[in-house]
């Protein structure tokens, strides 16, 4: 203890210090951004003053550089009706310490883990595509990814984060998330379990046309409810992705043609087979002109149009 006359202090006083973040703690488990807060916070009990000193004012200072540093106490008040002051030092030694917040964030803890899996067409572009998409969503919340076989594993502080935030992913991309629980082991006493959210990119894409109730279809939209096309007779629907996720894929956004339509009559709209160049009779399920250039898609050995693209 240094001794003053009116002002009795420690000579050492321990602070934690987080170096990633700035912030102070005096027992390693409350964390505070000001330094005198903490400095304020070790020392409070073991502060000493005579019983004559009154009107109490007391303030304090810190200084400190490279893990040392000073910590002073001021103090304003009276005896016997008259003002004092006094100052006093004490030795601070600041222990780098790295504070609960920043071990989450530096993924020493997760709570759940996002992983982003291809599905068998997809290419290391369109896995990277939704990685980004991912991490521009999560912010800060993502700390750490791991490249895995297949895809990435994104880690997560926070298990309702990693829900929101795949779920998020996944409706953008027109495909669901699988999520499962595990136990994580425990952590302080406490038991922790780890959720997994599995995005699997869809091999479905707009434009697809997908065998749905024993017809072509195309897929016009994606999403939770994807919207589908019958190319027979041009009625279109909502359907489940969950649904959906059988279906054969009959022909991709790419395989269309674009054709000529010779002419229409009762029996349907006749074009010229992208192929051979021949006159065929199609379905018309949706409204063509004579003359008019439209798209069809073959699917097996059959020609469909396909509706007017929306873009025009
Ligand atoms: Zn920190």
């Given at each position: 203890m240094n001794s003053h006359s009116l002002l009795t202090v420690p000579e050492y006083l321990d602070l934690f210090h987080c170096s990633k973040c700035d912030n102070w703690s005096a027992n390693g488990k409350s964390w505070?951004?000001?330094s005198?807060?903490?400095a304020w916070a070790g020392l409070r009990h073991d502060i000493f003053s005579p019983d004559e000193v009154e009107n109490i004012a007391l303030e304090i200072d810190v200084q400190v550089e490279d893990r040392a540093g000073t910590v002073t106490v001021i103090l304003?008040?009276?005896?016997?009706?008259?003002?004092?002051?006094?100052e006093a030092g004490i030795k601070l030694r600041a222990?780098?310490?790295v504070c609960q917040d920043c071990s989450r964030r530096s993924g020493y803890y997760y709570e759940a883990i996002v992983q982003i899996r291809g599905n068998r067409d997809s290419t290391p572009d369109e896995i990277e595509s939704a990685l980004e998409r991912l991490l521009a969503k999560a912010g800060k919340d993502a700390t750490r990814v791991e490249d895995t076989r297949g895809g990435y594993d994104v880690y997560f502080v926070s298990k309702d984060t990693a829900k929101q935030t795949g779920r998020s992913l996944a409706d953008e991309l027109g495909t669901r998330t699988v999520e499962t629980s595990s136990h994580g082991g425990s952590k302080d006493g406490k038991e922790l379990t780890?959720?997994?959210v599995l995005v699997r990119l869809s091999p479905f894409k707009t434009g697809c046309v997908v065998e749905w109730h024993g017809?072509?279809?195309i897929i016009q939209s994606l999403g939770r409810s994807p919207y589908l096309m019958d190319l027979t007779n041009g009625q279109g629907g909502s359907v489940n992705?969950?649904?959906?996720?059988?279906?054969?894929i009959l022909a991709r956004p790419e395989d269309p043609r674009e054709t000529v339509v010779v002419a229409i009559d009762d029996a349907g709209t006749m074009i010229l087979d992208p192929d051979t160049n021949k006159t065929i009779t199609v379905l018309t399920p949706f409204e063509v002109e004579?003359?008019?250039?439209?798209?069809a898609v073959r699917v097996e050995e059959r020609w469909f149009l396909l509706p007017p693209d929306r873009t025009g």
């Open positions: 505070l951004e000001d005198r807060e903490a304003d008040g009276t005896y016997d009706g008259i003002p004092v002051h006094e222990h780098s310490h780890r959720s997994t017809r072509p279809h992705m969950k649904d959906l996720e059988t279906a054969r004579a003359g008019g250039t439209v798209r």
